[in-house]
């Protein structure tokens, strides 16, 4: 993991899913996250067939998102940001341990109390998952 990942973010292992942020503005985040076969849900989900739980992918595209925001200077340093709801959500296909994902998020609306995202999580351009969310904003 990225030391500027862990400036983004106050998530740390095993819950950090953002390896890189490959882009990002005022209107979107593109990151990516490798999924490794030593992530701890795999030893439940399933044992004998693992596989991504698809409210980690939504964790990882909010996670993307918010790293983004705080890369560019949206956010600041201080904020912290809490999933609110999540709308739209659309599972498309399996993530298995070792593959990429790449999220990529949309800023809908963006505000020092709220955010408001979409984003679409890809596997070797196959669309995995994709949903809306709402973070509400705080600071430590």
């Known amino acids: 993991m990225s030391n500027e990942i ?3 973010l ?3 292992a095993p819950f950090l899913f953002v390896d890189e942020i490959l882009s990002a503005d005022e209107k979107s985040v593109v990151a990516k ?3 490794t076969d ?3 849900f795999f030893a439940g989900h399933f044992p004998e067939y693992p596989v991504v739980p698809g ?3 939504i964790e990882t595209m909010a996670q993307s998102g918010g790293a983004g ?3 560019t200077g949206v956010l600041s340093g201080d904020s912290l940001f809490f999933l609110a709801s999540v709308d739209k959500v659309k599972f498309r296909r399996q993530v298995r341990p070792g593959e990429e994902v790449r999220s990529e998020i949309e800023n809908l609306r963006v505000s020092s109390k709220m955010i408001k995202q979409a ?3 890809y ?3 196959e669309l995995a998952a994709e949903a809306e969310w709402l973070c509400l904003v705080g600071s430590r």
Request: hydrophobic content about 45%.
């Open 6 to 8: 862990e400036a983004l």
């Open 10 to 12: 106050p998530h740390r």
């Open 33 to 35: 996250h490798v999924f």
């Open 38 to 40: 030593r992530e701890f």
């Open 55 to 57: 409210v980690i992918l």
């Open 69 to 71: 925001l705080r890369k």
């Open 119 to 121: 984003g679409k999580a």
């Open 123 to 125: 596997v070797n351009g």
